[in-house]
């Protein structure tokens, strides 16, 4: 069992910048990712990272957001740029893979996720 704890989260204008941490219970390398999920809306897959250190982003953040592992238990999400529409609740997740699959974006790979930080982005 590992335990996921989101933190960083707040309110920003628009162009600013944010900076997530998740916190591991237990080292792990294997794949992780950061989701976010706005009201009304479905869950979507940000980032996520393998235990090669490859980062995979959704193209909607692409060139504005890093994801990456700073030890063996914290994964950290640095948000730069962000628009109004990065507005909602951000999860960390794990997976019992050391890479991420095809299908990441859709967090059925995803065996454990924290309880969210909320990112709030004015105009």
């Known amino acids: 069992q590992v335990q996921l704890v989101e933190s960083g989260g707040g309110s920003v204008q628009s162009g600013g910048s944010l900076r997530l941490s998740c916190v591991a219970s237990?080292?792990?390398?294997?794949?992780m990712g950061w989701f976010r999920q706005a009201p009304g809306k479905e869950r979507e897959g940000v980032a996520a990272i393998g235990a090669d250190g490859r980062a995979i982003y959704t193209d909607s953040v692409k060139g504005r957001f890093t994801i990456s592992r700073d030890n063996a238990n914290t994964l950290s999400l640095l948000m730069n740029s962000l628009k109004p529409e990065d507005t909602a609740m951000y999860y960390c997740?794990?997976?019992?893979?050391?890479?991420?699959?095809?299908?990441?974006?859709?967090?059925?790979?995803?065996?454990?996720w924290g309880q969210g930080t909320q990112v709030t982005v004015s105009s």
């Open positions: 997740a794990a997976s019992l893979m050391s890479y991420c699959s095809g299908s990441w974006p859709s967090g059925g790979a995803f065996h454990y």
């Open positions: 237990k080292s792990t390398y294997n794949c």
